[in-house]
């Protein structure tokens, strides 16, 4: 069984910060991609940074600038550095990871329980 933890969300007045942390657990045998996604309230889920395991990195182009994704391969963890943080950056955000079970698995997608940002103007 593999578990995504998520956490580090909380309440921060616009301008501020806030650091994201997802850690994956469990039976992995390899973790392709990571990511985070958002969802705002009556919003569809969006991708807003993923990060390969060759450590390249894309963000949406609401967030360039502003948040920067990084991994710690060794504990399977992904984080979102958030700054200059933005009332429209209140949502749900859910850590995302693409991994293998065993050697003789497709990956598949396993997603985190979501944390809520909420950015006060």
């Known amino acids: 069984q593999v578990q995504l933890v998520g956490s580090g969300g909380g309440l921060v007045q616009s301008g501020g910060s806030l650091r994201l942390s997802c850690a994956a657990s469990?039976?992995?045998?390899?973790?392709?991609?990571m990511a985070w996604y958002r969802q705002a309230p009556g919003k569809q889920r969006e991708l807003v940074s993923t990060?390969?395991?060759?450590?390249?990195?894309n963000y949406a182009d609401s967030v360039k600038g502003r948040f920067t994704i990084s991994r710690d391969y060794a504990k399977n963890t992904v984080y979102l550095q958030m700054n200059s943080l933005k009332p429209e950056d209140t949502a749900v955000y859910y850590c995302n990871a693409g991994l293998q079970t065993t050697w003789y698995r497709s990956y598949e997608d396993y997603w985190g329980q979501g944390t809520q940002v909420t950015v006060s103007s």
């Open positions: 469990g039976s992995i045998w390899r973790i392709n991609a």
């Open positions: 990060m390969t395991t060759g450590g390249s990195a």
